[in-house]
């Protein structure tokens, strides 16, 4: 059975950090794409970082870029998103995505949100 299962999300006040994992279980995981997408109230589910299979490789949104940090470690079959510097409009639920070809899987969300 496919999970994957975030943690970290929470409650920060802006200009703080919060560091999100992900677990992938269920899959061979060193040969997915991994990305984290997040999604605010009312809006669409957007990309917000990507990495690839082997870790060379990544991209951010144009809004998170020299803030975020996608990192992976295959032996722990684990996706990170270091977030520093957190703005109000980071507030979101944040989901991890796995993705090979045509097969692709998502994770439940964990909610962060940033307010003082």
């Known amino acids: 059975q496919v999970q994957l299962v975030e943690s970290g999300g929470g409650l920060v006040q802006p200009g703080g950090s919060l560091k999100l994992s992900c677990a992938g279980s269920g899959f061979t995981f060193s040969t997915y794409a991994m990305s984290w997408y997040r999604q605010a109230p009312g809006k669409e589910r957007e990309l917000v970082a990507g990495?690839?299979?082997?870790?060379?490789?990544?991209k951010y949104a144009d809004s998170v870029k020299g803030r975020f940090t996608i990192s992976r470690d295959n032996a722990k079959t684990t996706v990170y998103l270091q977030m520093n510097s957190l703005k109000p409009e980071d507030t979101a639920v944040y989901y991890c995505?796995?993705?090979?070809?045509?097969?692709?899987?998502w994770g439940q969300g964990t909610q962060v949100t940033v307010s003082s």
């Open positions: 990495i690839s299979t082997a870790g060379v490789r990544t």
């Open positions: 995505n796995a993705v090979r070809g045509a097969s692709t899987h």
